[in-house]
């Protein structure tokens, strides 16, 4: 009678591990997120509206001196209305173009990129692309109300540091 008295408390207290095992868990769960890439904002100031109708944008490996075989590229089109910036009724932004060949949208971390205006023959190099530091973020299991922090820190255009999430192109 002892022995199996000890057995059921045995059980009991296995089974209130379990219970308090499951329970204690999803508490404690902790997943990766991975935050999507930010696109560099990009705008287009002082030109007139048929230099920089269309925009060729292409993609490559980082560090790429030569800049000779792209990854992948894209032709994009504006057929929209200017869109002013306080007092600069002439600046176009490239998140308004349209997408008429290839998949690239804009210009993200990880890559080296160049934007090429065919109507006046100018190619715009963007290198040494940094983001903030929120790309990977640990959070609870089950919380999809996360925010990430990944904009776009830094970069270089045509070999000039700055320190912002958006260019602005000038004629």
Not at 103 to 121: E, H, K, R, T
């Amino acid at each position: 009678m002892r022995h199996s008295k000890m057995k059921m408390t045995g059980r009991l207290i296995n089974a209130l591990l379990i219970v308090a095992c499951t329970l204690a868990l999803p508490s404690c769960c902790k997943k990766r997120t991975f935050c999507s890439n930010e696109q560099l904002k990009i705008a287009f100031t002082g030109f007139d509206r048929s230099s920089i109708r269309t925009v060729i944008l292409k993609r490559y490996t980082t560090g790429d001196k030569e800049k000779i075989k792209a990854l992948d590229s894209a032709q994009l089109v504006n057929n929209t209305p200017v869109n002013p910036v306080a007092g600069k009724p002439d600046t176009s932004w490239l998140s308004n173009y349209t997408i008429t060949s290839g998949s690239l949208q804009g210009i993200s971390y990880g890559n080296d990129w160049v934007v090429f205006l065919p109507a006046i023959n100018r190619t715009i190099r963007f290198t040494d692309i940094y983001e903030a530091d929120n790309r990977y973020v640990k959070v609870k299991c089950g919380d999809n109300d996360t925010k990430c922090v990944n904009s776009i820190k830094s970069y270089a255009i045509e070999g000039f540091w700055v320190e912002s999430n958006t260019a602005y192109i000038k004629k």
